[in-house]
């Protein structure tokens, strides 16, 4: 069958309008993700130069200790920040689903750490958490109590930066669950107040199975930004990071930037990437178990 001249012209033009993006993730994306790949397999020395090294790098995983502290670290931030953050989302969804006064002003205030640059969040946070003059501190000491080094106390750094990315996530996947409850029917909750059905019973019998797709797609998407943390890590505690909340992200910037092993850098992100890709296909195949589409 023959191709009109004005359908390949709109294809022609489809291709042009297409061209830059391809490009710009050619360039980007896609080669350095096997740039990456092969340079997992280098040794790097002075002046840019490297030489093949073979499997040394993947090797050298069974005796580095910075990198099982940074497994260790990303593992509590992952199952402490994910869920917790989830469920405060679908709890503030649901009260500002409701028709009460002001809602968009509450949504807006919710929504705003989404708009705000990580690094005025983290400076922000970095004050309220300082040891000597903040304000968390402060308000502990009218009560009496002995605040701690928030940032440089071991024990409580790394909950200090869960604190404050749970903070900061919440508004984004609030809104995300909010159009999620408002693509449930009504006619569910009619039915239900009708059989008597209570605020409870509508919660977790319509709302949560009804919104289980929802909350998927935000589980999805926390547990791979929660395993690249660096921002909050690097903004608030610095460049000199403690083994107690080193992630496997920092330990990728300190070797590729802080001691130009730039071919172990390499194999800790091909690690990261296999890591999460078999994690996310995990949840793909299990979510036919608990995810209720309508």
Known sequence: ??????????????????????????????????????????????FGKYTWSGMANYKQF???????????????????????????????????????KGLSVYRTLYFLPVVTMPAAVAMVWKWLYNSDFGLINYVLSKLSITGPHWLTDHRTALLSIIIVAIWSSIGSHMIIFLSGL????????????????????????????????????????????????????????????????????????????LKNAKGYASSIAVMLFIIIMLITYIQMKIQKKWVHYE
């Open 1 to 46: 069958m023959r191709i009109s001249s004005k359908r390949r012209s709109d294809w022609m033009w489809a291709y042009i309008m297409i061209t830059p993006l391809m490009l710009g993730l050619l360039v980007f994306y896609i080669w350095p993700v096997f740039q990456t790949f092969y340079f997992s397999f280098t040794d790097w020395g002075s």
């Open 62 to 100: 069974f005796k580095d200790k910075d990198l099982l502290y940074a497994f260790r670290n990303t593992g509590i931030y992952i199952i402490t920040a994910v869920p917790v953050g989830i469920i405060l989302s679908i709890i503030l969804a649901v009260l500002l689903n409701q028709k009460v």
């Open 182 to 257: 408002q693509g449930i029917s009504e006619s569910y909750y009619e039915a239900a107040s009708i059989d008597g059905a209570g605020s409870l019973t509508k919660f977790t019998r319509i709302t949560l199975p009804l919104l289980t797709p929802t909350i998927f797609f935000v589980m999805v998407t926390s547990l791979i930004g929660a395993f690249q943390v660096f921002d909050y890590i690097y903004m608030m505690v610095g460049e000199i990071v403690m083994e107690s909340t080193q992630s496997i992200v920092f330990l990728y910037y300190k070797y590729g930037f």
